[in-house]
Nanobody
């Protein structure tokens, strides 16, 4: 069982930056795992923001390319999301997600990001 705890959310002005962290209870940086950040804005479906594989390959939603960066620290079992040039449309609850090689899925409780214009 993996537990994920996000932190780092908050209120920021448009154009500002935040770094989200996701602390895992176990070693999630395995070659066949995929670690991701999702977000859900009020009244909208949850959407993928960024993901990183155990091999270090990354993918980003078009809306955040060039502004957000996903990374991980296997020594600390922590996943990060660096968010720069934030826009009001980035306002959402951000969730950490892990999918294992055996297709088990784990979610964090979410952290609120609010960008004021």
């Amino acid at each position: 069982q993996v537990q994920l705890v996000e932190s780092g959310g908050g209120l920021v002005q448009a154009g500002g930056s935040l770094r989200l962290s996701c602390a895992a209870s176990g070693n999630v940086f395995k070659l066949d795992n995929i670690m991701s950040w999702y977000r859900q804005a009020p009244g909208k479906q949850r959407e993928l923001v960024a993901r990183i594989t155990g091999l270090g390959r990354t993918n980003y939603a078009e809306s955040v390319k060039g502004r957000f960066s996903i990374s991980g620290d296997s020594a600390k079992d922590t996943l990060y999301l660096q968010m720069n040039s934030l826009k009001s449309e980035d306002t959402a609850v951000y969730y950490c997600h892990v999918q294992t090689g055996t297709n088990r899925q784990y979610w964090g409780q979410g952290t609120q990001v609010t960008v004021s214009s």
